[in-house]
């Protein structure tokens, strides 16, 4: 692309480095920008350098946060003795959206992943061994995505905590609820069979 | 959605108001925003800063620039008798991608559309009519897109400038280069027929 101007060109550049933004959505972002008022522009890059600056994440479950600790964590009448493990705070999100689960969490910050060069040293994995050693956690749950990285960040976890006498559990795969059967992958709906549970039970949802 | 964080919040519903970016699509790119080094953000802040504040426009033919007067206009080896009215500075953009075109342009800032608000005096009309009441401009090429809109915009300029003694021309609308005719819709092929050109005009391009 042939910029007029210099200061429109690194504009592009630098919205186009954003994951999922090419030269020509940057550019029509841009655009928009600047048929907008400057105030708008202003609110977007401040709003930007102050997530950068000022943002913390909680000390207990490195949940992002304005405090030094999280809501969830702050919040006395949730189970401290369950800590459910979740790869990024979307997963803590979408958790806290179902209204189901009282515990709290563990946020790793990712998966570890030899092809991105993301190894367990880049996660907070150590603190979360930590949290187990202390004796106040009970139940772990497991709640990564189900890829190769997922499990293997949950077989390196659940080696380093083994020794410890505390519960640990999987979030169930199975069919989502509404789908049909015949629409199912194998993969899933043999999981489903496998692990079955009481029909009594699933009438408590 | 649920934040665990109002400064996150506010970056997510700030990057949200961008055309084409829903909330989701707004969290990922902040998350992903958090997860680079500091200087990145800082860089994109301030690249925005500085287009919404130090960019010009062209006093001759608004085109965005960098400077007072925009390199097209300041080139002597462009022709000045010749216009090219665009609807913004992408067209520009395109057809100056194309090298086929000597002239200058004339950037409109839109098209006129009483639905969004827009009439001829939100764009860069008497500008343009002042161009042409110097006599210095002697052909001007209408191209703006094709719409209801456009055609609009057309009619109205052409309704000020009907009355100076100067040439105007509007693009070529046909088949484009390679495509097959069976899968061209009805009206482009019916314009192309019409409008048909000699076959030794054909061989020069």
């Known amino acids: 692309m042939d910029f007029s101007s210099k200061i429109l060109e690194n504009a592009v550049n630098e919205v186009s480095r954003l994951p999922g933004i090419g030269k020509r959505t940057a550019l029509r972002l ?7 008022p400057k105030e708008n522009t202003n609110y977007l890059a401040e709003a930007l350098l102050q997530l950068r600056n000022d943002i913390k994440s909680c000390q207990n479950c490195h949940n992002i946060s304005d405090t030094v600790f999280c809501d969830i964590c702050n919040n006395s009448k949730r189970n401290s003795e369950i800590v459910c493990v979740v790869e990024d705070i979307r997963d803590v999100m979408a958790i806290e959206s179902t209204s189901q689960y009282k515990g709290l969490y563990h946020v790793l910050g990712g998966k570890i992943s030899p092809i991105e ?3 367990p040293q880049n996660l907070q994995i150590e603190s979360l061994v930590e949290k187990v050693d202390k004796g106040t956690v009970k139940e772990l749950i497991f709640a990564l995505s189900s890829t190769m990285e997922g499990d293997t960040t949950n077989f390196y976890i659940y080696k380093q905590i083994e020794k410890y006498d505390i519960t640990t559990s999987t979030i169930a795969r199975g069919i989502s609820v509404g789908d ?3 629409y199912a992958d194998e993969v899933t709906l043999g999981r489903s069979i496998v692990n079955r549970i009481p029909f009594a039970d699933s009438m408590r949802n």
């Open 30 to 36: 841009v655009l928009h920008l600047l048929k907008q």
């Open 117 to 119: 060069g993301i190894g």
């Open 180 to 182: 049909e059967l015949e």
